[in-house]
């Protein structure tokens, strides 16, 4: 650790789907040892753009606006409200736990058939739809005449392909 390393906890959200009604901080920025309670609302005007898609996989896809922390509404059970800068772990470990989020639970919706129907609960309600692009993959032609034609459905869960190894990051601003 280099002098003045300060570390960072995220507070996130135990629901998969809210409101954000209101976010109080001033526990959280009274505790010892933090140097700074960030929450979405505050740093909205300091992000120049949302998170872009690193792929977009056809011209008309649609995808919402991702920000480092959600501002008025969570998408997912996990989503960052807030971030405590402390001079320890254990600090913004402790003062994190004492930021008080107050949230109104939205609809919920886990199933990605039942999403794409219409009339599901909406995820993003701004988008009008569940359904993020439609992407048809057509490889040609076929023999009619094949003796065994096989068909059968196959699920896939979610990917992320990120490194899971990199769990924190130091930096140190020097002259020239």
């Known amino acids: 650790a280099f002098p003045g390393t300060v570390v960072m906890a995220v507070v996130r959200s135990p629901y998969a789907h809210a409101r954000i009604t209101s976010i109080d901080t001033a526990a959280a920025e009274a ?94 309600e701004d988008l009008g739809t569940n359904v993020s692009y439609v992407w048809p993959l057509e490889s040609g032609t076929f023999d009619d005449g094949a003796d065994v034609i096989v068909k059968h459905r196959y699920l896939q869960p979610p990917l992320i392909p990120n490194a899971i190894e990199p769990r924190r990051v130091v930096a140190r601003p020097e002259p020239g």
């Open 31 to 124: 505790s010892s040892g933090v140097v700074a309670v960030f929450t979405g609302a505050d740093l909205r005007d300091d992000w120049k753009a949302p998170m872009p898609c690193a792929w977009p996989v056809t011209e008309d896809m649609k995808s919402p606006e991702h920000f480092p922390l959600a501002v008025d509404e969570v998408h997912y059970q996990g989503d960052g409200v807030a971030v405590v800068i402390a001079d320890t772990r254990a600090h913004a470990v402790d003062a994190a736990e004492l930021v008080d989020v107050d949230y109104a639970p939205l609809d919920v919706i886990v199933d990605v058939e039942a999403a794409a129907r219409d009339g599901a609960t909406l995820v993003h």
